[in-house]
Nanobody, 121 residues
Framework: QVQLVESGGGLVQPGGSLRLSCAAS??????????MGWYRQAPGKQRELVAA???????NYADSVKGRFTISRDNTKRTVNLQMNSLKPEDAAVYYC?????????????WGQGTQVTVFS
């Protein structure tokens, strides 16, 4: 089993920054090969993928966060981070860390419990 634990959420004013972290543990011998992603879900809205990073470091971002968010990973520490700058009220959501085990045919096989990001004036 793989466990993912997010941290770093909190309260921030518009224009502020937060850095989210996700720590992986358990049976993750292939962590460095698998894709990691950050999703978010605001109340009443569909869960959306905001950023993803492959084992080799290739990244992709939702258009709404390009230029403001940066995803990174440390395969030695088995962590993935999301640096969020210039935060907007519409960024407020629960942010989830997810891992896609590329050995399976299913997507996003493991999920964290989420961390709340609140943006307010």
């Amino acid at each position: 089993q793989v466990q993912l634990v997010e941290s770093g959420g909190g309260l921030v004013q518009p224009g502020g920054s937060l850095r989210l972290s996700c720590a992986a543990s358990g049976s993750i011998l292939r962590f460095r090969f698998d894709t990691m992603g950050w999703y978010r879900q605001a109340p009443g809205k569909q869960r959306e993928l905001v950023a993803a990073i492959t084992g080799s470091g290739n990244t992709n971002y939702a258009d709404s966060v390009k230029g403001r968010f940066t995803i990174s990973r440390d395969n030695t520490k088995r962590t993935v981070n999301l640096q969020m700058n210039s935060l907007k009220p519409e960024d407020a959501a629960v942010y989830y860390c997810s891992l896609d085990d590329l050995r399976t045919t299913t997507l996003w096989d493991y999920w964290g419990q989420g961390t709340q990001v609140t943006v307010f004036s």
